[in-house]
């Protein structure tokens, strides 16, 4: 079985600060590895994935994530965040080439101050 | 081309009643997956449908069932509402081997 774990459940950032939103999953099978964006009322959007290929994923938005498989972790980071960052975000894991379920985490709620 | 779309948006019901959820998947996607969202918490797989057979069920009583038509449309069901059950209800579909999932704007549910 997947499960995936988001360390932080809030996180505060100045505007114009760097982030980083951490997540670690485990799973005895290969995934995939994904950041999805929920703004308020609204579903789900993706950031960005990885599949495979090179560890350093870039996404929409200025955000960049980190594949480490030794760590098993898929860290998310932004170098300047903005005012309309203000949002949840979900990391999540699907078994690789399967037509399966996604994973997701409990969210990491990212809150910008002034 | 038009993304995965959810119907209704809002829905109040009473303990007891029943409720059917809509959603309409990105056109060429054969995979639809249904989440339950409770305030503050990750969606939680609730179905996964492809090629209208059902290939997975979360951990949900027996209350919950769905279905998906030969449009590749689907319909998730709630018997016997509980205050509980008063979420957003999220339908994504997926590309063939779920390289990415596209979600529709969710339904929110309110049992009273």
């Known amino acids: 079985a997947q499960s995936v774990t988001q360390l932080d459940s809030q996180v505060p950032v100045f505007e114009e600060a760097p982030v980083e939103l951490r997540c670690n999953y485990s799973?005895?099978?290969?995934?995939?590895l994904f950041w999805y964006v929920q703004y308020p009322n609204q579903g789900l959007q993706l950031l960005l994935k990885?599949?495979?290929?090179?560890?350093l994923v870039k996404g929409i938005n200025g955000f960049e994530a980190e594949f480490n498989k030794s760590q098993t972790s898929f860290h998310l980071r932004k170098p300047s965040v903005h005012i309309s960052d203000t949002a949840e975000y979900f990391c999540?894991?699907?078994?690789?080439?399967?037509?399966?379920?996604?994973?997701f985490g409990k969210g990491t709620r990212l809150h910008i101050l002034p | 081309d038009a993304g995965v779309t959810q119907s209704p948006t809002h829905l109040i019901k009473t303990r007891g009643q029943q409720v059917t959820l809509r959603c309409s998947p990105i056109?060429?996607?054969?995979?639809v997956s249904w989440y339950q969202q409770v305030l503050g918490q990750g969606p939680q797989f609730i179905f996964q449908y492809y090629e209208k057979e059902e290939r997975g069920r979360g951990n949900f009583p027996d209350r919950f069932s769905a279905r998906q038509f030969p449009n590749y449309s689907s319909e998730l069901n709630v018997n016997a509402l509980l205050l509980g059950d008063s979420a957003l209800y999220l339908c994504a579909s997926s590309p063939p081997r779920n390289t990415e999932a596209f979600f529709g704007q969710g339904t929110r549910l309110t049992v009273v």
């Open positions: 056109s060429g996607h054969k995979s």
């Open positions: 990885y599949l495979s290929g090179s560890t």
């Open positions: 999540a894991v699907s078994r690789m080439n399967r037509d399966d379920k996604i994973i």
């Open positions: 799973s005895s099978v290969s995934v995939y």
